[in-house]
């Protein structure tokens, strides 16, 4: 059983950076490609970005690309997903999640197989 669990989510403003982290259960990062996804009530699960288990390519969702970065330590066993330039529109409960899937499904909520409890990023002024 994998577990999950995120934390780094606050409050920042417009503009600001905020790095969340999510803590996997050991050995998770080699047999699990990761993810990281957001909510906002009354719309679908949005990707945000991802990295292959075997290599570690990352793949970004177009309204985060080139302010947000995905990383992970092995060593640490934990997922992060660090997030510059931050707009009101980032506002969203935000989600690390586990799964073996393949490079055209990455984006999709439903592939993945296990997830952490999310935390709350808010941007505003």
């Known amino acids: 059983q994998v577990q999950l669990k995120e934390s780094g989510g606050g409050l920042v403003q417009p503009g600001g950076s905020l790095r969340l982290s999510c803590v996997a259960s050991?050995?998770?990062?080699?047999?699990?490609?990761m993810a990281w996804f957001r909510h906002v009530p009354g719309s679908e699960r949005e990707f945000v970005a991802a990295?292959?288990?075997?290599?570690?390519?990352?793949y970004y969702g177009d309204p985060v690309k080139g302010r947000f970065t995905i990383s992970r330590d092995r060593a640490a066993s934990t997922l992060y997903l660090q997030m510059n330039s931050l707009k009101p529109e980032d506002t969203a409960v935000y989600y690390c999640?586990?799964?073996?899937?393949?490079?055209?499904?990455?984006?999709?909520?439903?592939?993945?197989?296990?997830w952490g409890q999310g935390t709350q990023v808010t941007v505003s002024s």
């Open positions: 050991e050995g998770t990062f080699s047999r699990y490609s």
């Open positions: 990295i292959k288990a075997s290599g570690g390519s990352t």
């Open positions: 999640a586990a799964g073996r899937v393949i490079t055209s499904t990455l984006t999709s909520h439903n592939r993945y197989d296990y």
